[in-house]
């Protein structure tokens, strides 16, 4: 560093470093797999690592798209998530409102129980939530997933939404309200948009949550016809080998919705939008 600089310079020089070695811990091993699913096969297990795919290759994406029922995969996984997703979202609504705007019985033993059950490994719940949807007849059914995923989801889905829910200033519904507003109207015009930076964080837990499970779609599915994405990764390791490169391609694959969905609602991250409604 320049001795000329200052110590604030010098403080954002050396936080600007740190980040940069952060961040590029938290991505090589993206890059990696990106890297390797278009290596040749023969350069995937060389003892010299090759850096920079080259020749690139398309064979590995050709073998994993090639294996069969796919698209079948795709739309349970698909299927799965999003019902999981706008139910959660839909019910977390709900409740947070509720548990931020009223006051009745039982209001501090419910959100002592919303912490306490994300304290819970989801490994622990394995065999009672299988018991569960074997006693309702939901084994090997899309819905019992469904269910399953929201059993996770709804917990911190609605402690989330009732913080944002207690940071909007009760004075807007009420001049809502004032203005000729129903009570509806003001839900939707009102509080709905202010919501939208904690609607999507959670979204966005909901969405990675449901997407990336293996164990619960492994466990309560038995037939191939109902299996996610996730366990269809799994069929590129048999009992004679691992197909390594069809694998990592596979992997890039799944990985794409997850990053189309974040790019579509990251703008709405941006918070501040209770500041700006009260301007005027």
Known sequence: ??????????????????????????????????????????????????????????????RALGKPHFWVFVGNSLTVTLSSVVLSLVIALFAAIAIARFRFHGRRALMAVLV?????????????????????????YLPGLVLTYMTFVLPFTIWTLRGFVEGVPVELEEAALVDGCGRLQ???RVLLPLLMPGIVATSIFAFVNAWDDYLF????????????????L???????????????????????????????????????????????
């Open 1 to 62: 560093m320049s001795p000329s600089m200052t110590p604030a310079r010098r403080r954002r020089a050396a936080n600007n470093g740190i980040a940069v070695v952060v961040s590029a811990v938290m991505i090589f091993p993206v890059y990696w797999m990106l890297a390797t699913a278009f290596k040749q096969r023969g350069h995937i297990l060389s003892a010299v690592p090759q850096f920079f795919p080259w020749p690139i290759s398309l064979e590995n994406f050709r």
């Open 116 to 140: 306490l059950v994300q304290m819970v490994p989801m490994s622990a719940m394995v065999i009672p939530v299988y018991l569960m949807l074997r006693s309702i007849n939901a084994l090997d």
């Open 186 to 188: 003001m839900y939707v």
């Open 217 to 232: 779609a492994y466990v309560i599915m038995k037939s191939q016809a109902n299996y996610t994405l996730p366990v269809w």
């Open 234 to 280: 799994v069929s590129f390791k048999t009992a004679e080998s691992v197909d390594y490169g069809a694998m990592i391609a596979a992997s890039t694959i799944f990985s794409i919705p997850v990053l189309v969905f974040f790019l579509l609602v990251q703008r709405r991250l941006v918070g501040g939008m209770t500041s700006g409604a009260v301007k005027g």
